[in-house]
């Protein structure tokens, strides 16, 4: 699996924000504990212990809280993001203030093992699409102020990001369709909206059946058509209906279960929204050596 660099979504500042936060709400005004118990230059070592098996993710990461928390920490890297790991394996080893290291430890590994419990999980629903051209999405269905490194994680795992937020795509679904008046008119005000406002924005329009499959395609205009909790059937119907006019996505229950005969159907993308709502952390511990 090719190592990645942090992607382009997943913005320096924000990581930045969020690391700052994130330490602010752990810290507060001081880890006392280690402050009151280990000698002020005290010096330690210890390294990232692996007690799972799947895709290591939030190394990068790692690195960056530990050097905002104390710049004179020392890391010494074996594995990458993106890497497969199994029991036993070492990440990194860390060196330096020994109160440094632990202020840093439980937000070090909080990311680290929500960020690898995404990137395994993604990573084997991509084997399951491995005989398709299917592509596999994540969704906005991520943790409040954790988007940014949950949707890393995503890619770390082999998977693509979908749209960031509200901001960056337009995505009529059924209650825009609803609150608009209908699929024309929903279609319409967004391309009079963004040829008014100068917006270059691609346009992912929601269907719910077949008859709105060919709404969305008499409008036109349209980038992607996703398929909401289409079965089988259907989606082959609307595959083979829209054609080459516009992309084609999958989403709306969809498990592993469920995966394969989906991008079986011929879709380009397939939307799992499980990938950063419902994965189990991955077992990783830092420990003194």
Same mark, same amino acid.
């Given at each position: 699996?090719?190592?990645?660099?942090?992607?382009?979504?997943?913005?320096?500042? /924000?990581?930045?924000?969020?690391?700052?936060?994130?330490?602010?709400?752990?810290? #507060?005004?001081?880890?006392?504990?280690?402050?009151?118990?280990? @000698?002020?230059? !005290?010096?330690?070592? &210890?390294?990232?212990?692996?007690?799972?098996?799947?895709?290591?993710?939030?190394?990068?990461?790692? $690195?960056?809280?530990?050097?905002?928390?104390?710049?004179?920490?020392?890391?010494?890297?074996?594995?990458?993001?993106?890497?497969?790991?199994?029991? #036993?394996?070492?990440?990194?080893?860390?060196?330096?203030?020994?109160?440094?290291?632990?202020?840093?430890?439980?937000?070090?590994?909080?990311?680290?093992?929500?960020?690898?419990?995404?990137?395994?999980?993604?990573?084997?629903?991509?084997?399951?699409?491995?005989?398709?051209?299917?592509?596999?999405?994540?969704?906005?269905?991520?943790? @409040?102020?954790?988007?940014?490194?949950?949707?890393? !994680?995503?890619?770390?795992?082999?998977?693509?990001?979908?749209?960031?937020?509200?901001?960056?795509?337009?995505?009529?679904?059924?209650?825009?369709?609803?609150?608009?008046?209908?699929? *024309?008119? &929903?279609?319409?005000?967004?391309? $009079?909206?963004?040829?008014?406002?100068?917006?270059?924005?691609?346009?992912?329009?929601?269907?719910?059946?077949?008859?709105?499959?060919?709404?969305?395609?008499?409008? *036109?205009?349209?980038?992607?058509?996703?398929?909401?909790? =289409? /079965?089988?059937?259907?989606?082959?119907?609307?595959?083979?209906?829209? #054609?080459? $006019?516009?992309?084609?996505?999958?989403?709306?229950?969809?498990?592993?279960?469920?995966?394969?005969?989906?991008?079986?159907?011929?879709?380009? =993308?397939?939307?799992?929204?499980?990938?950063?709502?419902?994965?189990?952390?991955?077992?990783?511990?830092?420990?003194?050596?």
């Amino acid at each position: 699996m090719a190592k990645l660099t942090i992607c382009i979504l997943t913005k320096q500042k /924000d990581l930045k924000k969020f690391i700052t936060n994130a330490l602010k709400e752990d810290v #507060g005004d001081g880890d006392h504990t280690s402050i009151a118990s280990i @000698p002020k230059d !005290a010096t330690n070592k &210890a390294h990232l212990l692996v007690k799972d098996k799947g895709i290591i993710a939030g190394i990068e990461l790692a $690195k960056m809280i530990f050097n905002e928390v104390d710049s004179s920490l020392e890391i010494e890297q074996f594995l990458q993001d993106g890497d497969k790991v199994k029991f #036993g394996d070492i990440a990194f080893i860390v060196k330096g203030s020994s109160i440094s290291i632990l202020t840093a430890e439980r937000l070090m590994l909080n990311c680290m093992q929500h960020m690898s419990a995404i990137a395994t999980k993604t990573a084997y629903l991509n084997t399951l699409l491995s005989d398709t051209d299917c592509k596999l999405l994540d969704t906005r269905k991520t943790t @409040p102020l954790n988007r940014s490194i949950e949707k890393w !994680a995503v890619k770390i795992g082999g998977g693509v990001n979908h749209r960031f937020g509200l901001y960056d795509m337009i995505m009529i679904k059924d209650n825009h369709i609803d609150f608009a008046g209908g699929i *024309g008119k &929903a279609i319409s005000k967004t391309k $009079k909206y963004l040829k008014d406002n100068n917006k270059q924005l691609e346009i992912i329009v929601e269907a719910r059946n077949i008859d709105e499959v060919n709404q969305i395609l008499a409008e *036109g205009g349209v980038k992607r058509i996703l398929l909401d909790n =289409f /079965d089988y059937k259907t989606t082959k119907e609307a595959v083979s209906i829209i #054609g080459d $006019k516009c992309q084609t996505e999958s989403s709306g229950g969809i498990t592993e279960e469920t995966i394969a005969e989906y991008a079986k159907c011929g879709v380009d =993308f397939i939307s799992v929204g499980a990938l950063t709502h419902s994965v189990l952390n991955f077992d990783l511990s830092l420990k003194a050596i």
